[in-house]
């Protein structure tokens, strides 16, 4: 007997490869899940790797941009130092000083 609704879904190399490309380019998950025409619970489900991988490789990107600014002399460079130390340090002008 023929079970009801679509067939099960079957990661290929190839639709691997696109889900962490686009995670890695920013796309939401909704969107790689549209394009794929699976739900997001099944994108995650099958692609929860890749997913996560292609997100940690723009973060990795990201990071070395903004130490690669960091290490100039001029205003971006301070910004970019300023930004680091609060997101990664939790650092904060408002705070009082260490005693």
Excluded: N
Excluded at 38 to 47: D, I, S
């Amino acid at each position: 007997m023929r079970s009801k609704g679509r067939p099960a879904h079957e990661p290929a190399a190839i639709t691997r490869r696109f889900v962490e490309a686009m995670a890695g380019a920013g796309v939401p998950q909704s969107e790689i899940a549209s394009v794929l025409a699976v739900a997001v619970p099944t994108l995650r489900k099958h692609y929860r790797h890749e997913l996560r991988r292609g997100a940690a490789i723009v973060e990795a990107r990201l990071a070395g941009r903004l130490m690669r600014i960091a290490s100039g002399s001029d205003g971006t460079a301070l910004k970019a130092i300023m930004f680091t130390l609060q997101c990664r340090f939790g650092w904060s002008r408002y705070a009082p000083p260490p005693r």
